[in-house]
């Protein structure tokens, strides 16, 4: 199955605001993780977030963390942070459960 992908107006931004090369590590990493298998777990990769409804999972590219959705073939993407502040962006933008 293929997934459509679609970034939030925050995301766009986030996208915008990263350098040339980290926009198309990450154009390129959506594509390969995220439009066939957005769900599939592993350790290196993907984790599902356990105790927030939304986002649901995350994408973790080098320093970059990408948090997104899955609804029925979507793959919405919510935000693409870097590291040092991925942990702020969730307190923030997270709804826990």
Request: glycine share 2%; net charge neutral.
């Amino acid at each position: 199955m293929v997934y459509e992908i679609i970034l939030a107006p925050e995301a766009m931004e986030d996208l915008e605001k990263l350098s040339a090369r980290w926009r198309s590590t990450v154009r390129e990493a959506l594509d390969a993780h995220l439009r066939h298998q957005p769900a599939l777990e592993s350790r290196s990769r993907i984790k599902r977030l356990r105790d927030f409804r939304r986002p649901q999972y995350r994408l973790r590219m080098d320093e970059i963390r990408i948090f997104y959705d899955i609804r029925e073939q979507t793959v919405e993407v919510l935000a693409i942070v870097p590291k040092s502040q991925a942990a702020a962006w969730l307190e923030e933008a997270g709804e826990t459960q």
